[in-house]
C-alpha cells in the first residue's frame, strides 16, 4: 500500500498516541492479490484440464484383430503390422486374436469380441462390418490332368466337360467349394453330379500324389506358393497341365457382385513350357480389413493411415503387404467403407484440433462468461457490506469536526473507540474483498486526519487549566438543558 498501514493499526484499539506502545497487527491480504491468485489457479487448471484431455484423446488405443487359421500369410501380416505399430509407437496398436478362418473370424466380430477382422468377400459379411482395406486378391484358379483320374487319358478342356469327373479343391473351407458350385452352376453343370474332395491347404502337394481326381481348384493370390505347389504336384507324372478358362467371367461377377473378372498372367507358375502358357481368364475376390460399425472414426482413421504408412516398410518381408488397397469408397460398395476410412482415403482426416477446437473455443467462452458472472455476482452479494463501510467513512469525517471542538478528553476518548470500532469493520470488509486496496487507502487518509484532529485537540485540552475545561464542561451542559 502507498501508506504504511502500520501507523494506521499503531493509533487503533488503545487511543495512545505512542506507535511503540502497541504491536502491529499483521495486515490484511489484498483482494487483488486474491483474486490474481484465484485467476492463476483457474487459468492452470483450464490448461491442465486441456492438457489432460490432449493425454486422454491421444492415448494408445488397443485394437482386437480376428484373423486365421493359423500360419495362414493373412496371419503373418497381422503379426508384421503389430510388430511394426508396436515399433513406431503408433496411436493405435494391434492384438491379434488366432481363429479357425474368415467364417470364425466374421462371427468374433459379429458379436462384439473383436474391433477388426479379416474376411473374404465371398462369404456372409456381418450387419455391423465396414470396410478399411483391401488385403489382397484371390484368383481362382482351375486346371485338369490326363491319365490320372479314373477315366485314364481322358482329357478336360472346358469347365462344362467336368460333370460326373472328380475334383479336388485346395483348403478345408467350405467358401471354396461354394465358389466352385457357382461355376459349375455358370456353366451348366450340376455341382450334384460332380464329386468333390478337399485337401489342407497347408498339406496340398502331399495329399494331392495319393488322390486320383481329374481337375482341381485353388484360391489365392496371382503369385500364390500354395498354388504353384499344388500345380506342380499334380502334373508331376504327367506332364503339362490344362488350365480351364472361366470365360463367362463378368456374366459371373454381374450375378455374383462380390466376384470379379481377371486374368492369370502368362508363365504365372513357373515350369517349361510357360505355366500357363496364354494369359487365362478367370474371377477374384478379396479379402478385406473390415471393422465394427461402432469403431470411432478418428480411430479409425488412424488405423488406415498407419496402414497404409507402413507398407511399403513391410514388402522386403512380406510381399503380400503390397497388395494392400484402399476400400472401394462408393456407395454401391459390396462392403460400405467406414467413415474413418473413407475420411482418410478422401483426404479429409480431421486433426484434434479441427475436430475439437470448437469445443475448447466455446468452453473457453463459457468459462469466460462464467467468471465475469461470478464476480459480478460476488460484488452484487458485497454492496450492502461495501455500502455500510461508506458510511462509516462519512462517519469518521463527521467525528473530525466534532474532535477539533471537544471540550474534554472523555469526549475524544470516546470518538477514539468508535474510531476503532469503524476500523475493525473495514479491516474486514477489506478481508472480505467488498472494498479495494484504493478505497482503503482512501480510509487510511481519513483515518490519520481524525487522529491528528484528536491529538492537537488533547494537546491543546492539556494545556489549558483544570478549572476553565470543567467550566466549559458545565456551559456546554447548561447549553444542552
Avoid at 513406431?88 to 496398436?93: A, E, G, L, T
Avoid at 455358370?186 to 468333390?196: L, M, N, R, S
Avoid at 481329374?214 to 508331376?236: M, Q
Avoid at 458510511?391 to 474532535?403: C, G, N, P, S, T
Wanted: with cysteine; aromatic share 6%; net charge neutral.
Amino acid at each position: 500500500m502507498k501508506l504504511s498501514l502500520k501507523r494506521l493499526f499503531g493509533r487503533s484499539m488503545t487511543g495512545g498516541l505512542d506507535l511503540a506502545e502497541t504491536p502491529s497487527p499483521p495486515s490484511p491480504r489484498s483482494a487483488a492479490r486474491r483474486t490474481a491468485l484465484v485467476t492463476l489457479a483457474l487459468v492452470l487448471a483450464i490448461v491442465g484440464a486441456l492438457v489432460g484431455g490432449y493425454y486422454f484423446a491421444m492415448r494408445p488405443v488397443i485394437l482386437k484383430v480376428a484373423v486365421g487359421p493359423a500360419n495362414s500369410d493373412d496371419v503373418k501380416v497381422v503379426q508384421a503390422l503389430t510388430q511394426a505399430f508396436a515399433q513406431n509407437k503408433s496411436y493405435v496398436r494391434l492384438r491379434p486374436i488366432q481363429t479357425d478362418g474368415a467364417t470364425a473370424s466374421a462371427a468374433l466380430l459379429a458379436e462384439g469380441k473383436a474391433d477388426l477382422a479379416i474376411v473374404r468377400g465371398d462369404l456372409d459379411v456381418p450387419k455391423n462390418a465396414q470396410a478399411v482395406a483391401t488385403l489382397r486378391k484371390n484368383v481362382v484358379v482351375l486346371w485338369s490332368v490326363s491319365g490320372k483320374g479314373r477315366k485314364k487319358g481322358a482329357k478336360i478342356t472346358k469347365i462344362a466337360q467336368l460333370a460326373g469327373h472328380r475334383v479336388g479343391v485346395v483348403g478345408r473351407t467350405q467358401a471354396n467349394v461354394n465358389l466352385l458350385k457357382v461355376v459349375l452352376q455358370q456353366y451348366g453343370v450340376d455341382p450334384a453330379k460332380v464329386e468333390i474332395v478337399q485337401f489342407p491347404a497347408n498339406e496340398a502337394a502331399e495329399a494331392i500324389r495319393t488322390q486320383k481326381v481329374d481337375a482341381y481348384l485353388a484360391a489365392g493370390p496371382v503369385n500364390s506358393k500354395i498354388t504353384a505347389e499344388a500345380i506342380a504336384a499334380s502334373t508331376k507324372d504327367v506332364g503339362t497341365p490344362t488350365f480351364l478358362a472361366i470365360d463367362s467371367a463378368d456374366a459371373i461377377a454381374q450375378n455374383h457382385p462380390v466376384y470379379e473378372a481377371a486374368e492369370i498372367p502368362a508363365g504365372t507358375y513357373g515350369g517349361s513350357p510357360d505355366r500357363p502358357d496364354d494369359e487365362v481368364k478367370t474371377i477374384s475376390f478379396s479379402h478385406h480389413i473390415v471393422a465394427r460399425k461402432a469403431l470411432s472414426e478418428t480411430t479409425v482413421a488412424a488405423f488406415t493411415r498407419q496402414l497404409f504408412a507402413v507398407r511399403q516398410q513391410l514388402v522386403t518381408e512380406f510381399p503380400l503387404a503390397a497388395k494392400i488397397e484402399t476400400p472401394d469408397t462408393d456407395k454401391d460398395a459390396v462392403i460400405p467403407v467406414h467413415p474413418g476410412a473413407a475420411a482418410f482415403v478422401d483426404g479429409e482426416e480431421k486433426t484434434f484440433l479441427d475436430k475439437y477446437s470448437d469445443y475448447i473455443w466455446w468452453s473457453l467462452m463459457a468459462l469466460s462468461a462464467m467468471g465475469s458472472l461470478g464476480a459480478w455476482f460476488a460484488g452484487y452479494l458485497k454492496k450492502d457490506e461495501r455500502n455500510t463501510n461508506s458510511h462509516l467513512r462519512e462517519r469518521l469525517f463527521d467525528m473530525i469536526a466534532v474532535a477539533r471542538k471537544s471540550e474534554t478528553t472523555e469526549e475524544l476518548d470516546q470518538m477514539q473507540t468508535e474510531a476503532d470500532e469503524i476500523l475493525r469493520d473495514t479491516l474486514h470488509c477489506f478481508d472480505h474483498g467488498a472494498i479495494e486496496e484504493s478505497a482503503l487507502t482512501a480510509f487510511n487518509i481519513v483515518l490519520e486526519q481524525f487522529h491528528a484532529a484528536v491529538a492537537d485537540r488533547k494537546a491543546v485540552l492539556f494545556s489549558l487549566p483544570q478549572n476553565l475545561q470543567r467550566a466549559g464542561a458545565q456551559f456546554r451542559a447548561a447549553g444542552n438543558a
